[in-house]
């Protein structure tokens, strides 16, 4: 029997067919007045999907260069800097700090777990020289969502600390507004909730830490704060910029802004809701206990090694990823975010519970299917 | 009257219709059999361009992202290089290697000329030190070409030497097979001679630079050599990459190999030698004394301002780059590298012209492009 592949790994995410035409397009030079206009218009969006006055900058790159980015240009060696250490891309923050001589206190987490306040409490106790925290607010290796806003707090409470954090799974699903929020540094990219093909990173930065920029004695040249930021505010970049992605980046953040951030941050909590509720039905186990409305992740049944029963799934036509590390195959990770409806949700329950019959766990048919239908139409 | 744009800026430069088809597609994911095949693929093709047993890496980054990794991953802090720098990206590898802290012997050439081989002898007879030789293959700002057969000669005499070269607009022009010519760093982007978009670099080393890959002491992370090359020969990549140039690679890399590199080569070679003839036939002077088959850099008229010409060809459809630096409004360049072909470089010339007799200047239409003609008659 024929059956359509259909893509629910957190990243990358389905395309809009706005994006794939714009993709599929003939080049055109980035150094003339059409360009520039596309690219203040991609500004004016950013600054309305992050509600700011600060335009974010753009790197040709994937969002690890814009983590890079967030080190070399807002601290200096040898600085102090917390970082919550909850999965995969927590350990990237560490990596990239002991890379550029930060002196990193790395507050490793449990998988699937989010950072303790009392021992948050607890370190800024023994270390108030603390120039920056580094987090995910969405810790998409393990589908969980980190409270910002109480870091945030924390972070201004001390003498001279940043609050950097890593919204590549999170802005676009939230509302992520890191004036309001008090975030310093954030970052994003664009294969996530922006729907776009992977190759182009965000990053937008406060006041607060624009005044570190001219100051930071780490080596960079290609992702040059600065030097973006100069030529950036013209229309123009520093060095050759993905032209497509840019062009496509303005659908997409048409499509985000014509629905809304309200209806857009509400849509992907039903989704996440629906999924969660409906995986608990079936009978699973979720990962996260801080669920993030990016993705969700659950343990495969006893005795079922979660990769089989991936590839199960994908044979009825879900894509969906695995657990990385010590999760490779105890865990799967459905994504809900970007380019996605409550009925992408009510199709991917009903491959799990199909698939599940397929590997002989027993299960319900159709009663994860009705318990998202339900929280579906309680909010439609 | 309607007329057409057509682009023949020095990068980005056309896309072939296979190329715009393939990017606009549906994405898929990265960590999937399909896109490690494809992957795979990609690096044996990059294998045949480059005549090679050593498949390069690639980052999701424009060509500056390469050049980075070539200082950041290749070299020591304080190690001396001897930068040729003819324009403005001989300043590129200048400002790189000063900010990660290389010594620098700073070449200054005029723009349009390339390096003196007996200044060269001087210079490594004063410093028999040097560890790297930074040079571009074609300087893109002046069109021009230096002679890297005569640098790797050079760079083997040294003790320790690496010649590194800036192949991006001359990697898919000329036949660049580095092991025979003797380089150990190149570096290539893929909105050049590879008709792609911009947002994908190609970092190529030999096995001596090999060797230096675990001494080096700058840090880098997103443009570790070293991390790229452990993933990508198993058709993976350290970080997310840019999937959709990577697809569209496979297909332009098919067109440039089922063309044949000699054959590839000497049609640019033509192109090239048509656009000069002509463009000194209609009593233009060329910018450079070494011209590079990649474009063709020539001054704008006494008393005609090169930028106000550019606008008049622009009317005509034709989208050529100016100068840059101080030879802006004096020069104008015709990129003719990548997805063009002989009959292009009529139509250009006769746009040039046409667009000459326009703005007053004394122009006998049609002999330029007669020039041209007749060049390509003997080589059909």
């Known amino acids: 029997m024929r059956i359509k592949e259909r893509l629910f790994t957190p990243g990358p995410v389905p395309l809009p067919p706005e994006v794939i035409k714009a993709l599929g397009q003939q080049i055109i030079h980035h150094r003339t007045p059409e360009f520039t206009q596309t690219f203040l218009e991609v500004r004016e969006k950013l600054k309305k999907l992050l509600k700011t006055e600060n335009a974010p900058i753009l790197f040709a790159s994937s969002g690890t260069g814009a983590m890079e980015a967030s080190i070399t240009n807002f601290f200096r060696k040898g600085d102090r800097v917390l970082v919550i250490n909850a999965g995969k891309f927590g350990q990237r923050w560490r990596d990239l700090a002991k890379t550029y001589e930060l002196k990193v206190i790395d507050y490793e987490i449990e998988w699937?777990?989010?950072?303790?306040?009392?021992?948050?409490?607890?370190i800024i106790g023994e270390f108030p020289d603390i120039k920056g925290i580094l987090v995910q607010h969405s810790e998409t290796s393990t589908t969980t969502l980190h409270d910002i806003n109480y870091l945030a707090e924390i972070s201004k409470k001390l003498d001279d600390c940043l609050l950097v954090v890593d919204g590549i799974t999170s802005v676009g699903v939230y509302e992520v507004y890191p004036e309001e929020i008090g975030i310093d540094v954030l970052v994003t990219g664009s294969q996530k909730a922006l729907m776009l093909p992977p190759g182009l990173s965000i990053l937008w930065y406060s006041d607060k830490a624009k005044e570190r920029l001219s100051n930071s004695d780490i080596g960079k040249y290609y992702f040059s704060v600065l030097a973006e930021t100069k030529k950036q505010e013209k229309?123009?970049?520093?060095?050759?910029?993905?032209?497509?992605?840019?062009?496509?980046?303005?659908?997409s953040l048409k499509l985000i802004l014509d629905e809304g951030l309200p209806q857009l941050a509400k849509r992907h909590e039903v989704m996440a809701q629906a999924t969660r509720e409906a995986l608990k039905e079936i009978g699973l186990k979720l990962l996260s206990e801080s669920p993030s409305n990016s993705a969700t992740g659950a343990y495969a049944p006893a005795g079922i090694d979660a990769d089989e029963f991936r590839k199960v799934l994908l044979k009825l036509g879900f894509r969906v990823a695995g657990g990385q590390d010590h999760l490779k195959g105890k865990i799967f990770r459905i994504a809900h975010m970007g380019y996605f409806d409550v009925m992408d949700i009510i199709q991917v329950i009903s491959g799990v519970e199909l698939a599940l019959f397929k590997i002989g766990f027993k299960v319900d048919i159709g009663q994860g299917v009705k318990k998202a239908q339900e929280i579906i139409s309680q909010n439609l």
């Open 235 to 251: 229309g123009q970049t520093a060095y050759t910029p993905a032209i497509n992605l840019i062009i496509a980046l303005n659908e």
């Open 112 to 122: 699937g777990k989010t950072y303790d306040k009392e021992k948050i409490l607890e």
